[in-house]
């Protein structure tokens, strides 16, 4: 039997992890394994070519992934689907593992809807937004990069008597933004799913203030887009010089950290020996309190992840 892996969408931390164990394991268990290079846009592109152990020897340490990724508005169209899926055809490949986040499974549910194509999902987004998974590839490493830039950033804060509102990744997803601030003592947490209340902070923080409070930290999840709201709000009521620090892409990158590799290693395990028992599988890895389970890619992509009550409580924990 012939298996493939590919990447879709925002890369993350642990791909490459997900990307050695698939080759080593599926050579393990007598299988021929492909690399599908830069995701569904090299599907359509046919570049798929034969993995040997030689190209993930020396991967689990990088972060991103050595197959690349991408996101592809041609896989829309179907013609360019039917081409992917002749493409695959043409290697005999039997099985695909696709690591990505909820666009890439929205665009496999479609695929494996129109043909048939037997495929297992791994969540790996540093969104932390699948329906249906506790943990998504690639979210602990993005919290230690933003845990990292915290600190520092509360260093300057403190020295200067700044405040700072540091706008962290997401989307539409406030996880990164509450774990990070529950971890780095921030006095702010601004998310998409909560509304902002702004008077009973400011009462807060001007008394914190007046009984020596010198900085503070905000942050702000990008799906929720008031970062330069708060700027003038904080600057404006409570008096502080204010800077904006906006972490971007390097929440992306780094070296996978233990978890991550941990979470690879047990993903792919899964994904593979699903495949080698399965035929027609359209299902996604989920990992829920400590176990590892499969859930129809239809009940995924037709869910929104919401986030649990308990950090969506934390933010009124935060003082
Ligand atoms: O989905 C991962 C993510 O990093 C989001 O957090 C962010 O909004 C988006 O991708 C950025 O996309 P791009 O890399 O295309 O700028």
Known sequence: MALAIMCSGG????????????VDYAYKKGQRTYFIEKGLE??????????????VAGIMHIGGTIIRSS??????????????????????IEGIIVLGGDGS????????????INFVGIPATIDNDIYGTEYCLGVDTALNVIRDALDKIRDTASSFDRAFIVEVMGRECGYLAVVS?????????????????????EKRLKFEIEHGRNYVIAIVSEGAKKTSEIHSWIQESLGLETRVSILGHIQRGGNPTVYDR?????????????LLEH????????????????????????????????LLEAINYLD
Do not use: W
């Open 11 to 22: 890369d993350s931390a642990g791909m490459n992890p997900s990307i050695k164990k698939f």
């Open 181 to 201: 601030s529950i971890i780095s003592g921030a006095e702010i947490c601004v998310i998409p799913e909560v509304a902002f209340e702004k008077k009973s902070l």
């Open 71 to 92: 996101r592809s508005k041609r896989f829309f169209e179907y013609k360019y689907r039917k081409r992917a899926y002749e493409n695959l055809k043409a290697f005999d």
């Open 279 to 310: 035929n027609n599988s359209n299902k996604v890895v989920v990992y829920n309190k400590g176990e590892f389970s499969f859930m129809e890619i239809e009940d995924i992509v037709s869910h929104t992840y919401q986030l649990p009550s308990r």
């Open 42 to 55: 090299g599907l359509i592109d046919n570049n798929i070519r034969e993995a040997t152990h030689k190209d």
């Open 105 to 116: 499974f929205r665009a496999m549910q479609r695929f494996s809807s129109e043909f048939d």
């Open 262 to 274: 941990m979470m690879a290693f047990d993903f792919t395990i899964f994904a593979v020996d699903y």
